[in-house]
Each structure stands twice: as structure tokens, then as C-alpha cells.
Nanobody, 124 residues
Framework: QVQLVESGGGQVQAGGSLRLFCAASGRTFSSRPMGWFRQAPGKEREFVAAISWSGGSTLYADSVKGRFTISRANAKNTVYLQMNSLKPEDTAVYFC?????????????????WGQGTQVTVSS
């Protein structure tokens, strides 16, 4: 069992930065790849970034590559998403998720534990 709680969302102007946090509990956290997804109003949930259990491998959606950075601190049971150069189209609820498979995944169905989400709003 893994429980996930996101924080760090808020409102920021275009070009600004935010850092999201995902606090995890559960014995299997450090052995699982982790991911961030987002969902804007009226849109499907979409993949943002993923990181391997060791932090040695990462994967990003093309829309955020070069602007967002995913990282993790297993000793703190925490996953981070550093978001720079934010755009209005980044506005969404951001979700942290724990991957049920050994390899990085971009599809939501590969993740079996989800947090409640944190709102990110970017104004122009």
C-alpha cells in the first residue's frame, strides 16, 4: 500500500516557477518508479514526467521537456517536480502516482496509486 499527498501548487504568472512535492508513505515507495500527471478542465489526464526507483532515469512529455525537472529523495519518501518558465497552458491539477511496473510508463493505467492532486494556475 502506498499513500501519496501532493503539495506546492498555487497561482503564478507566466514565466514563473513552482516546485511540487509528493510525500509518500508505504514500504514499497523506494522500489517503485513514480510519475506526475496533470488534468486541465474538460481534458483528459496527461503524462508529465516519470522517474525510476533510483532516480537514474527520467522521462518527460514533449510539452514540458527543458522546463520541468522530476527528482526524488527516497530517504525522505518524496518526489519533486520543479516547474520553470511556466505557461498558461500548464494550468491544471497535478497528480503524483506510483507505478506498478518496473519500467517507466507514460500511460495512467500503469500506475496503481494516486494522490488527490494539487492545483497549478498560470496567469498570462
Amino acid at each position: 500500500q502506498v499513500q501519496l499527498v501532493e503539495s506546492g501548487g498555487g497561482q503564478v504568472q507566466a514565466g514563473g516557477s513552482l516546485r511540487l512535492f509528493c510525500a509518500a508513505s508505504g514500504r514499497t515507495f523506494s522500489s517503485r518508479p513514480m510519475g506526475w500527471f496533470r488534468q486541465a478542465p474538460g481534458k483528459e489526464r496527461e503524462f508529465v514526467a516519470a522517474i525510476s526507483w533510483s532516480g537514474g532515469s527520467t522521462l518527460y512529455a514533449d510539452s514540458v521537456k527543458g522546463r520541468f525537472t522530476i527528482s526524488r529523495a527516497n530517504a525522505k519518501n518524496t518526489v519533486y517536480l520543479q516547474m520553470n518558465s511556466l505557461k498558461p497552458e500548464d494550468t491544471a491539477v497535478y497528480f503524483c502516482a506510483a507505478d506498478s511496473q518496473l519500467r517507466l510508463a507514460v500511460i495512467a493505467s500503469a500506475y496503481d496509486y494516486w494522490g488527490q492532486g494539487t492545483q497549478v494556475t498560470v496567469s498570462s
